[in-house]
């Protein structure tokens, strides 16, 4: 078959362009490390390398909500526990009160103590959280959790909603506990056989009162009732116990559900180097071997023997 | 009366002829679409002298050119095969390039704009996160629009290209048309000459990469030339040439219309396929227009659902959300993807119902409502619950289910528990939840919410599209592969036979240079006869 002149070079042109831009891709991916050196190499490889990285700032996000939760609920731990602490201390008073060997100055004394233990328990109830959010205020986070009234009275003004955070795909875990549940009321029986439902800084003014009065059915009742509230700040630790456990165990989730897309992206987007630069010899090896046979197959002509 | 002389003469004229030819093919053997031309002797007509024919030299009989119609027409179709792809590769990768790539995808700013909801979800109250939503809200507009602009640099680049390639063929035809009426003054294929032909076949190639044409050779070399096949549209027939042009419209960049002008009065014409205008109407209609409309599309979607979220919420201020992007995106498409709220507070990260148990209650119920309809109108309504009468709103009963289910104003809401005689709710609109993050939450899994009616997410959808413009691009670069081996071997065909090969032309030029030597040696032999004749005393 006749080859023509200009075929031969045509081709082997064509053949050597090919084989460069092969070494120059392949020199484009080890560069940059990448399987792919723009989507259009592989559009599916590109589709699941985007939707790989959606799902990792995914698991990023979903641990900036944690590292929130885990802050905001360590305020409402400290808190929690000081309240504890301070009704504790009520408590002892209001069994130490109850005795009857104490006389008026005494129970003057500890009345004075548990006004103060009311109003650090007061503050309390106010916490604020890093950002300034009241935090037993429920979802009313920008105004206190209880007020103190002109008659001297602390109302709760939060609202009773619970927020949720989203902590993965499918696990949420409650940021708060609405304030009157933590600073919680009692229920009181009133004469008529019903009962009514008594504030917890009530609670406290009231047994406050029956110190200074000498009220001895006051004082039994404010033990019954301080109690009561003791019990109730208790669950709530309890109830952030759970939510705490919840954030941990969601930790080593996330940890693990990270390095399992982070094995995925890898494998969808990093280039194999070992295989990478065996390729690339090969591929300078074929272009060498074009360029030194088509230098060769180029010299031949029948005129070199014509004289 | 034949003699040495004249035999000798004839021959030497036919060699040197015969090696001008061969020159010529070697002086042309870069020159494109050259045909290597050969010349052919004939004898002369012998003369009968005695009792037989006694041969009186030979001539030259013609200079062809090496030449196979059906190699020509070969060739044509498969860079018309070739050709279709090369815009379709070209232009789809440009697609999936914008689309694709981690900078400019849509992907990328959907992530930012649901990690922005996520975390604005675990602290509502807070402006710094309100502000970064509200800024990666916009983003994700501006991103919309941007995809949207290079869609439309794409289109308005094809649009272009094609009227360029409709100016080239215009060109062509006129062209074509002026070397027919050239190739007509002769009356046989023999007589023409051949660089003409080789112009003319030029030129056919040339429209065939173009779009696939159908030619017709009349006997003296002139063709005719239709688009597709022999009943297409007439580009050059022996009266003229077409005039073709095409229309486009931007509702429709699907569609391009390809006007030919034959008889002075445009109209459609549907035979263009192939070549690179057959390539740039495919990438049209196969790609860039369902990824317009794709786009739109997920504009649309994503506005209305968007919007559906932030305007059954409430938003800092204790006010019921106002849509986030405008909705009039449904008739701009992703062009008027455009964010319509710019303070941070108007950002309806609560949820819209605020359901306040009475202090007083003494029962253990609790009540909740499932999500809200976008449009609805905010309830504001007390539910109350006697043991006698059970449960009533405004002093009429309410029908709850076994569930604890009951409907109100196009609401579902659940009783949870036992309440106690006397019990009431207050439903209304959440003016004091600052930090609630019900409708935010809703926000952020829109993220993964099935919107498209077949189950895909937002974000999958898009990737669709990008996968869509891809999956045609890689079938273009299979098939391309195959064509190009079609069309190399096409060349080869024609190139045996109409190439030059130095080799080939080094032996003609020995052997004709031999023959012309033995040639003179005639001439030598008949001036040493006459020689002879004369010097006889």
Request: aromatic share 6%.
């Amino acid at each position: 078959m006749k080859i023509s002149n200009a075929q031969l070079f045509d081709s082997s042109i064509a053949q050597m362009n090919l084989k460069q831009s092969n070494v120059a891709e392949m020199q484009a991916k080890l560069a940059s490390g990448k399987q792919l050196v723009k989507p259009s190499d592989d559009a599916h490889q590109a589709a699941l390398i985007q939707r790989l990285n959606s799902a990792m700032q995914r698991q990023d996000v979903f641990e900036r909500s944690l590292d929130g939760a885990d802050s905001r609920l360590a305020t409402e731990e400290t808190a929690l526990m000081g309240a504890e602490n301070l009704l504790q201390r009520i408590r002892e008073l209001a069994i130490q009160g109850s005795n009857d060997t104490l006389n008026d100055a005494d129970r003057n004394i500890i009345a004075k103590e548990v006004g103060h233990l009311r109003d650090s328990l007061f503050s309390l109830s106010n916490t604020q959280d890093t950002s300034g959010n009241y935090i037993f205020s429920g979802t009313a986070v920008n105004n206190p959790a209880f007020v103190l009234g002109g008659d001297g009275a602390m109302t709760y003004q939060g609202n009773q909603n619970q927020t949720s955070i989203d902590i993965s795909e499918t696990r949420q875990v409650a940021i708060n506990r609405p304030g009157d549940k933590v600073f919680s009321s009692v229920a009181r029986a009133t004469g008529g056989g019903g009962s009514e439902s008594i504030g917890f800084f009530k609670v406290l003014s009231d047994f406050s009162n029956a110190l200074t009065t000498g009220n001895d059915a006051g004082l039994a009742q404010g033990l019954t009732e301080i109690s009561a509230l003791t019990g109730d700040i208790a669950v709530s630790l309890a109830d952030l116990g759970g939510r705490m456990n919840t954030i941990d165990s969601q930790r080593d989730v996330l940890a693990d559900t990270k390095l399992r897309y982070q094995n995925l992206l890898s494998n969808a987007q990093d280039l194999d180097y070992a295989t990478a630069v065996t390729k690339l010899s090969a591929q300078i090896l074929s272009l060498e071997a074009a360029q030194a046979s088509f230098a060769k197959i180029s010299q031949l002509s029948l005129f070199d023997y014509i004289r | 009366m034949v003699d040495l002389l004249s035999i000798g003469a004839g021959a030497t004229q036919l060699y040197r002829s015969a090696l001008t030819t061969v020159s010529n093919n070697i002086a042309n053997m870069n020159t494109d679409g050259y045909t290597r031309q050969v010349a052919t002797s004939e004898q002369n007509t012998p003369v009968l002298q005695g009792g037989g024919y006694i041969g009186s030299g030979a001539h030259l009989g013609n200079i062809t050119r090496a030449f196979s119609e059906f190699n020509e027409s070969n060739l044509r179709n498969s860079s018309s095969e070739l050709g279709t792809q090369d815009p379709m590769i070209k232009y789809a990768d440009r697609i999936v390039d914008v689309m694709g790539s981690d900078t400019s995808s849509l992907s990328g700013a959907f992530d930012q704009f649901f990690s922005s909801a996520s975390s604005l979800s675990s602290d509502p109250a807070s402006g710094a996160l309100r502000n970064l939503f509200l800024r990666d809200a916009d983003g994700l507009a501006i991103r919309f629009r941007e995809l949207d602009g290079q869609l439309n640099n794409i289109e308005k680049e094809t649009q272009s290209e094609i009227n360029l390639k409709l100016t080239s063929l215009n060109e062509l035809g006129k062209q074509l048309y002026t070397i027919n009426q050239q190739l007509a003054k002769k009356t046989t294929l023999g007589e023409q000459p051949p660089n003409l032909l080789d112009e003319r076949d030029g030129i056919l190639r040339d429209m065939a990469d173009i779009a696939k044409i159908h030619v017709k050779q009349n006997s003296a070399g002139t063709v005719e030339v239709r688009l597709d096949n022999e009943n297409g549209t007439s580009v050059v027939d022996p009266l003229r040439a077409t005039v073709f042009s095409a229309t486009f419209d931007a509702a429709q960049p699907g569609t391009v219309g390809i006007l030919a002008n034959v008889y002075g009065v445009a109209g459609q014409t549907n035979s263009v396929t192939g070549g690179s205008l057959g390539g740039l109407l495919n990438f049209r209609s196969q790609v860039l227009a369902p990824t317009m409309s794709g786009l739109d599309a997920l504009a649309v979607m994503t506005t209305t659902q968007v919007n559906a979220i932030q305007t059954t919420g409430v938003d800092a201020n204790g006010e019921r959300g106002t849509a986030l992007y405008d909705a009039d995106v449904a008739n701009t498409g992703a062009a008027g993807f455009k964010l319509l709220q710019t303070d941070s507070s108007k950002i309806a990260a609560a949820g819209l119902l605020q359901i306040s148990a009475n202090a007083a209650n003494t029962g253990g119920a609790t009540l909740s409502h499932t999500q809200i309809a976008a449009g609805t109108a905010t309830p504001n309504f007390t539910l109350n619950f006697t043991t006698a009468g059970g449960y009533a709103i405004g002093g009429a009963a309410v029908a709850v289910n076994a569930n604890g289910v009951f409907a109100y104003q196009g609401i579902n809401y659940t009783v949870t528990g036992t309440p106690a005689n006397g019990d009431s709710f207050a439903i209304g609109l959440n003016t004091a939840g600052l930090g609630d993050n019900r409708n935010m939450l809703l926000m952020a899994r829109l993220q993964d919410k099935e919107t498209y009616a077949d189950g895909r997410s937002m974000g999958e959808g898009y990737l669709d599209l990008v996968r869509t413009a891809g999956n045609t691009s890689a079938l273009a670069k299979i098939s391309q592969d195959a064509l190009q081996a079609v069309k190399d071997q096409a060349v080869i065909a024609k190139d045996k036979l109409s190439g030059v090969s130095l080799d080939q032309e080094a032996a003609e030029l020995i052997r004709f240079q031999q023959a012309f030597q033995a040639s003179a040696q005639i001439i030598q032999t008949a001036s040493k006869m006459f020689d002879s004749i004369l010097g006889i005393r």
